[in-house]
């Protein structure tokens, strides 16, 4: 998974979360899973001179998001293990090295945190919540103090692993999660959260979710059933559009200016810039890009400093063995 944050000029920091499947410990107690947050100088004018400026070892990661807005004047960054754990830490002044600055487990043992959001995307909150999507079909809702998470909800909200959370960020009492159930939920933080606004079903398990930045009623939704489709979340079960893409979709990340452009990550079929317009329900293909060792695609963000820039990243199968690149185009 990867994720950028700009900086001066025209060099970004670009960080990257991994995830690699180790064999049975000695006990030969389940999955071992371990991985790395690395940070990277990159040259966003070219896409060129990556340079690796930190590594910080830690539990596998399954996401990692920026604060789109700055928490008390710090730069902060989610990541959702496979421990279990939510951790946030916080960028040094000038963009210096990553270091912890919250860190909190899974309200209900043993879980894997899947996925995560944050509610300040669109607006400075002094204490923004974040949103994290569990296995065993869990959700969880935390509270980031100056000093602590802290959990202000915990429900059953699907039947099996829960792959994708996303906060509406024009309305960020409003979730959406989506499972591999074949469901795709709603809920009303401001109501009961065990109980969902909405339901939809879908041919296969949901896998992405992100709202538009944009306009505050429409979202994408990406599925193993390897197609994307474009939704108004007041009409959950009327899609505006869906275009089959390819390799089951396990990224979705809206373009930060551009209101029509969309990153996929499309798994077994590369990374893909989809031209989405909401308002005329069409949905095509702009631009393809396959790397050349034929790896699975996992992650896309739009570098932040140089929004023609896509970074990507993507882990060759099988993945118990370490085959794993970023890049850049």
């Not at 992650?299 to 794993?324: F, L």
Request: hydrophobic share 35%; glycine share 8%.
């Amino acid at each position: 998974e990867s994720s950028g944050t700009s900086e001066k000029g025209n060099m970004s920091t670009i960080t990257v979360g991994t995830y690699q499947l180790m064999s049975s410990d000695a006990e030969g107690q389940g999955a071992n899973r371990k991985g790395t947050i690395i940070s990277m100088k990159l040259d966003s004018s070219t896409g060129e001179s990556c340079e690796v400026t930190q590594q910080i070892e830690t539990a596998a990661i399954f996401d990692i998001k920026w604060s789109h807005s700055l928490v008390s004047g710090r730069k902060l960054l989610g990541a959702a293990t496979a421990a279990g754990d939510l951790a946030v830490y916080q960028q040094g002044a000038g963009g210096l090295d990553l270091h912890i600055s919250a860190k909190a487990g899974s309200p209900e043992q043993p879980l894997m945190c899947l996925s995560l959001d944050w509610s300040n995307r669109l607006e400075l909150q002094a204490a923004p919540s974040i949103a994290v999507s569990h296995n065993k079909g869990c959700l969880s809702q935390w509270s980031l103090s100056p000093t602590a998470l802290v959990n202000t909800s915990t429900w059953k909200g699907h039947e099996h692993e829960v792959w994708c959370v996303a906060t509406n960020p024009h309305s960020p009492s409003t979730l959406l999660s989506g499972a591999d159930d074949c469901k795709l939920k709603m809920w009303d933080l401001r109501a009961e959260p065990s109980v969902p606004s909405s339901t939809s079903s879908w041919m296969m398990g949901v896998t992405t979710i992100q709202f538009s930045p944009h306009e505050p009623h429409y979202v994408a939704v990406g599925s193993y059933d390897e197609t994307v489709t474009l939704l108004d979340s007041r009409q959950m079960r009327r899609p505006l559009a869906s275009l089959p893409v390819g390799g089951g979709v396990w990224r979705i990340k809206h373009h930060p200016h551009t209101p029509c452009l969309l990153g996929l990550a499309c798994m077994h079929d590369g990374f893909k810039v989809a031209n989405a317009d909401y308002a005329a329900a069409q949905l095509s293909i702009e631009h393809e890009h396959h790397d050349p060792h034929s790896s699975l695609a996992y992650g896309v963000d739009w570098c932040y400093s140089a929004v023609q820039t896509v970074t990507t990243s993507w882990v060759a199968a099988p993945s118990t063995t370490t085959c794993s690149a970023f890049g850049a185009w």
